[in-house]
């Protein structure tokens, strides 16, 4: 085994410190896969809500929605039968998105729960909520909220989960797209 022997000075760099500065720009618009998805009140009531994690699922939605499928009907003439489509959004299915979650595994942050469950709690009087699924597409759309639950058919929440931020179980948030923007 060697034995040091001698001593020497490394300098690393220089002794006087650099400090650069940069305005922060954060762009909730961006899509793609790693985008979060965005929720607008039509009024100054409500800030902006920019989801902090997307959905882990959702239903009837992609790229586009999955509910614009045309209406199709079968007519009995004297001859034949004649079948016949009509285009459109269908408005019996409603887009959920659900956040997993169990007893033991926290779905979201307490946080983005309460925003949530303001925009359910007061449906804007005038304007449409507006939806922007920046991870799936940069079209924005109309929605109308219609169910806001945690853990079940209702909203049921954890003590000590609250304590901790956490909401516990499965959290699922239903609306129905109205119009694109």
């Known amino acids: 085994m060697a034995i040091i022997s001698q001593q020497t000075t490394v300098t690393i760099g220089d002794a006087s410190a650099v400090l650069t500065t940069a305005d922060l720009v ?8 790693l985008a979060l998805r965005k929720l607008t009140y039509p009024t100054s009531a409500f800030a902006p809500i920019v989801y ?3 959905p882990d699922e959702w239903t009837n939605f992609d790229v586009s929605p999955l509910v614009k499928r045309p209406s ?15 285009q459109g959004f269908s408005r019996d ?3 959920i998105e659900k956040w ?6 926290a779905s979201m942050d307490l946080d983005f729960f309460r925003q949530l469950y303001a925009y359910f ?15 799936r597409t940069s079209t924005v759309y109309n929605i109308l909220i219609e169910r806001l ?7 049921s929440m954890d003590y000590l989960a ?7 179980g499965d959290v699922q948030f239903q609306f129905r797209i109205v119009s694109e923007v």
């Open 93 to 95: 299915a409603s887009i």
């Open 100 to 105: 997993r979650g169990s007893s033991s595994v």
């Open 26 to 33: 954060l762009q909730a618009s961006i899509t793609g896969t």
């Open 121 to 135: 709690e007061n449906p804007p009087t005038t304007g449409l909520i507006q939806w922007s699924p920046l991870d």
């Open 149 to 155: 639950t945690v853990g079940g058919s209702q909203i």
């Open 162 to 168: 609250v304590r901790q931020n956490c909401v516990m």
């Open 52 to 54: 902090t994690q997307n």
């Open 72 to 86: 199709v009907g079968v007519l009995r003439t004297l001859e034949d039968t004649k079948l016949t489509g009509w």
